[in-house]
């Protein structure tokens, strides 16, 4: 055995961003944050207001460690920018496809 939990045993976890330039957001903020059942329905709100949602574990175990309301720090500005990048481009091919 590699000593590592198969994914569904493992403890789900989830960070909500948000980034409003109308509010004068010059970078993403943490919002919401959880483990267990609080990512569930972290993700299972975003899913009903028709947020995207996007699994990248790693990106999640250091955002989880920002306090809420507080901006991404700096060290993780080029793997949240890869995120919205790609759901920014997700979201074009689905708009381009109605």
Known sequence: MDGKEP??????????????EERGDTVP???ASGQGWIAENIIAKA???G????EEPELV???????LG????????EAVA???AFILYLEDRVAKDR
């Open 70 to 77: 507080r901006p991404v720090p700096p060290e993780l500005y």
């Open 82 to 84: 890869r995120v919205l």
């Open 47 to 49: 899913k009903e207001a």
């Open 29 to 31: 903020r943490v919002v």
């Open 51 to 54: 947020v995207p949602v996007h």
């Open 7 to 20: 994914r569904e045993k493992q403890r789900r976890q989830a960070v909500a961003l948000s980034y409003r």
């Open 61 to 67: 175990r250091s955002l989880i460690q920002v306090e």
